[in-house]
């Protein structure tokens, strides 16, 4: 029996030292250095041309959180209605999105990478923490390019998503109320954001992951300089004024549908589309994703 005992505290003990050595020097990167698109041999120069094509293509320069510069690729329509600001998940960049920008052809469409990663691809990514602030400065790049407030509008998927209600905070809190924000599949916190990424990798083995997470949480935000437990977009939408639109799938393994449904505790607009996977969503509903985004920029008297 004693002999029992000690095999399973030595057992409990070398779990704890192996669990503090992957948070502490592994799993931190999975985070803060997510990888980039992988994009074939003239794609860019093909999407600059294609989006040209709807109207003007302007390169324009922001200083994003900590000062990064970033690269931010505004679509020109004339006499737009505004402009949406278009935000891309974890693991993608500016040109994942900015086709979307085909779907609103009566506004103006602006997309960055966050932090600047695609100049720059060892920044590391903070899924909310400084993209927050590139949020943020980009939408006060556009006020002062003559766009009031209530003519911007935020679209997000994912990581974008939920960074887009972090930003909305620190935009009312300024004073400024945006026209909506159209956000697909956001993250609940970065907590259970790492929880469901593990979850991919070790399937029912992720419990056993919890020391290590904490660890890797915590050596993270020592890192990149940011504290994880303010990357919370539930509570970010708590109080939020700006409308806000959410949808999401049922079969989303990477943001489940139950974290979206405690952010729509404050912003009821959820549409749940059956057995859509990450991002799928909005695809799979009758006109795609442009008729929902339509269907609620005229609500919003957009």
Do not use: Y
């Amino acid at each position: 029996m004693r002999r029992a005992v000690l095999l399973l505290l030595l057992s409990l003990v070398l779990w704890g030292l192996a669990s503090l050595a992957v948070g502490w020097m592994l799993l931190p990167d999975l985070l803060l250095h997510g990888p980039m698109p992988v994009r074939e041999k003239g794609f860019v120069a093909r999407m600059k041309e294609e989006v040209a094509q709807e109207g003007g293509l302007v390169l324009e320069s922001v200083t994003g959180g900590e000062g990064r510069p970033l690269e931010l690729w505004h679509v020109k329509r004339v006499a737009p209605k505004g402009v949406v600001v278009l935000l891309h998940g974890f693991g993608d960049d500016a040109w994942g999105v900015l086709s979307t920008s085909r779907s609103l052809p009566q506004w103006d469409a602006v997309a960055f990478t966050f932090r600047g990663r695609d100049r720059d691809p060892s920044t590391p990514c903070t899924l909310g923490g400084w993209e927050r602030q590139d949020v943020v400065a980009v939408v006060r790049h556009l006020m002062r390019s003559g766009f009031p407030p209530n003519r911007i509008v935020i679209a997000g998927w994912s990581m974008g998503a939920g960074t887009a209600l972090l930003a909305l905070v620190d935009l009312e809190q300024e004073g400024f109320r945006l026209g909506g924000a159209l956000l697909e599949c956001p993250f609940e916190d970065l907590d259970h954001a790492a929880r469901n990424h593990l979850r991919q990798t070790l399937g029912p083995l992720t419990p056993l992951a919890w020391l290590a997470q904490k660890t890797a949480m915590f050596r993270a935000g020592q890192r990149a300089h940011f504290d994880p437990a303010a990357v919370s977009p539930v509570r970010a939408a708590k109080g939020l004024r700006t409308p806000v639109a959410l949808v999401t799938g049922d079969a989303d393994a990477l943001t489940p549908v139950e974290g979206v449904r405690r952010i729509a505790r404050d912003h009821p607009d959820l549409t749940v589309v059956a057995g859509a996977g990450h991002c799928e969503a909005s695809g799979r509903l009758p006109g795609g994703w442009k008729a929902w985004a339509q269907e609620r920029l005229t609500a919003w008297g957009l």
